[in-house]
């Protein structure tokens, strides 16, 4: 026989609560009982009113000449005389209750968050095309397949996927290619960040009677100085946010723009922004957007990560995308603390005070009902 707690009423907070540095708080009340052991006694009640109504052995002695007043050696029915046991049953199943000793446990639960900025660069130039992404999945019959999709395809998805798993992190979003394009600031409503990786597309270079088509930035190229410092300039407008970090995106050498890459991030560095590379894609050295040109500079992206205190990833995979993002998430943690406390409103009073008067009047009851005839 268990008696559970029940809560009451509750208070959860909002989404703009959870913001850096910021407090949250649950509220909740709860009826308790804090010793339920005593309930079992209310089982013992209805077999005890049960047994009150038998009869009483037979006589030992009958005589016929006795039955004319058979009748008058009856106690009366009278109301007082069933309203008594009700009332004295009553005052026995307060008590029990008062014994249990009902409560209202009221907690409260605060939760401090002090949450990380961060800016996603994610290169939209014409070689993010190449589809030499390769995951592992399972088809309809739970078989592992090899699925190769496009450099943007898995950006997408990898991205999208290391937002869902920042609920306390303010998060905006760079997108570029031969120019930079904020496309999102800093924001707690991680939706609509989703919301624009999802309308990234790139150029179609036409053909087969379909006209070419310009990107979500018209101008090819890869300008990486030009993301790194327009993620940065969004990041040094909050101040009081103690960790700021840019997630750059590329799978191509900086060719556009009017900062380079190595400038750009040693202003992040002085800012106190730490910067995590990551080269995407198969270092292909020909392909028809890149003819002649180096498919990475990875001595850059390792430059511009040890400038600023963070990491440089090789994915050439979506495996090696996945544990990129996956060791990014280890590294930069958000922290929470969290403060309980509690309280208990004593109820047994209120049953103890009905007890009392319950069993006050059951006696009452029984002493001033009538007495059998003599």
């Known amino acids: 026989m268990m008696f559970p707690a029940f809560p009451i009423a509750t208070a959860s ?38 047994l009150r109504r038998r009869s009483g052995t037979a006589a030992s002695l009958l005589h016929p000449t006795l039955h004319f007043v058979s009748e008058q050696l009856r106690r009366p029915a009278t109301l007082a005389g069933r309203l008594g046991p009700i ?35 994610c290169d939209l130039s014409g070689s993010m095309a190449e589809a030499d992404m390769v995951f592992n999945v399972r088809d309809n019959r739970n078989r592992l397949r090899r699925t190769a999709v496009d450099r943007l395809t898995a950006a997408r998805h990898v991205l999208k996927e290391f937002i869902s798993g920042r609920p306390n992190d303010r998060i905006g979003l760079v997108a570029f290619a031969g120019k930079a394009k904020l496309c999102s ?9 989703r919301y624009v990786i999802d309308q990234f597309y790139l150029a179609h270079p036409g053909g087969f009677g379909e006209p070419a088509r310009p990107g979500y930035i018209e101008q090819d ?35 556009s723009g009017s900062i380079s ?41 390792q430059e511009i990560a040890q400038l600023t205190g963070g990491r440089f990833y090789r994915a050439s995979s979506g495996a090696g995308l996945l544990k990129a993002f996956a060791s990014i998430d280890r590294l930069e943690k958000t922290d929470v603390k969290r403060r309980t406390l509690q309280s208990y409103d004593e109820l047994f009073p209120w049953p103890l005070g009905a ?17 059998p005839a003599p």
């Open 185 to 193: 600031p800093l924001t707690l409503d991680h939706g609509i960040v």
């Open 13 to 50: 907070p909002s989404a703009a609560a959870t913001a850096v540095g910021e407090s949250a708080a649950t509220a909740t009340q709860e009826f308790i009982f804090g010793a339920p052991e005593w309930l079992w006694l209310l089982l013992l009640l209805p077999p005890l009113l049960l």
């Open 87 to 121: 009332c004295l049953s009553l005052a026995a199943a307060t008590l029990i209750i008062a014994l249990a000793r009902p409560q209202w446990r009221n907690t409260y639960e605060e939760q401090k968050v002090s949450g990380i900025d961060i800016m996603l660069a």
């Open 221 to 255: 190229g890869t300008a990486i100085g030009s993301a790194i410092a327009s993620a940065a300039t969004r990041l040094n407008e909050r101040q009081e946010t103690k960790s700021k970090v840019i997630i750059l995106v590329t799978d191509g050498v900086n060719n």
């Open 261 to 301: 890459p190595i400038e750009a991030a040693r202003q992040a560095a002085e800012l106190g922004i730490k910067i995590f590379t990551i080269a995407i894609g198969r270092d292909e050295r020909l392909s028809r957007y890149t003819a002649n040109i180096d498919t990475f500079d990875e001595a850059t992206l």
């Open 355 to 371: 007890s009392v008067l319950l069993l006050t009047l059951g006696c009452l009851l029984n002493f001033t009902r009538p007495r």
